[in-house]
């Protein structure tokens, strides 16, 4: 282990843990108000680890969606941490370690893939791993954290901290829409046909969900292109 390279992910790690911790603050107001104990709220970030699933996972679970819905629906949304810990390990020093790999496949979230990639470097496990663990540990005791503030802090304050997560999730929209406005039409058929099975066809929230995002994401492979798609 080099301790430069753990010094170095522990500051690269850091504005992640801070905004970590913030977020998951809101969720473990999230999954108090949903009915978790401590010990469930806690576990359920331990064993996740994704900040947008698990928020897809707790409204599904408090619409009444079924066990497997909400599973399919939660792989679908970190299906992309696949390709994200694929590309990262082709910039590890040393792929040639299998548990390092693991390690930095089951760690890789979308900021961490974002900071490590733009390094402009070759990446050690040991700045991988502990930029990962300074970003893990901000989830977590943020979760815990909230979950502890849900006892003494009013509903309305805690309703109003989850409500972040929606405005967090607008401004990745506006950001991308800035980019390409091809990422409004791709939302309004996902919205438009999620709303149509759900009010129309009276569809539970976890399969109009998986069939609305299925849909969409064929129709973006028809509207963008190979250009569009490698320059994001």
């Known amino acids: 282990m080099n301790k430069n390279d753990i010094k170095s992910g522990i500051h690269d790690g850091f504005p992640i843990f801070l905004g970590y911790f913030t977020t998951a603050i809101a969720f473990g107001f999230l999954t108090r108000s949903s009915g978790f104990t401590f010990v469930e709220s806690v576990l359920t970030s331990i064993t996740n680890y994704a900040g947008s699933g698990q928020f897809l996972m707790m409204n599904l679970y408090n619409g009444g969606a079924f066990l497997f819905e909400i599973v399919l629906s939660v792989f679908f949304i970190n299906a992309r941490y696949i390709f994200m810990s694929a590309s990262l390990s082709q910039r590890l020093k040393n792929r040639k370690s299998i548990i390092g790999r693991f390690f930095v496949g089951a760690g890789t979230v979308d900021e961490v893939f974002a900071v490590a990639s733009f390094k402009g470097e070759k990446v050690s496990y ?46 990745l ?12 039409a791709v939302v309004a058929v996902s919205a438009a046909l ?3 099975f ?20 064929v129709f973006a492979c028809f509207i963008y292109s190979d250009e569009e798609v490698f320059n994001e």
């Open 194 to 196: 999620n709303s149509m």
């Open 173 to 184: 929209f506006g950001t991308e829409t800035a980019k390409n406005i091809k990422a409004v």
């Open 126 to 171: 040991s700045y991988v791993l502990s930029l990962t663990l300074t970003s893990y540990v901000g989830w977590v005791s943020g979760t815990a954290i909230g979950f502890l503030l849900g006892n003494i802090l009013p509903h309305i304050i805690q309703s109003a901290a989850v409500i972040t997560i929606y405005a967090m999730f607008s401004s």
């Open 198 to 217: 759900i009010l129309a066809f009276n569809m539970s929230t976890g399969l109009s969900f998986i069939i609305s995002m299925i849909v969409a994401t």
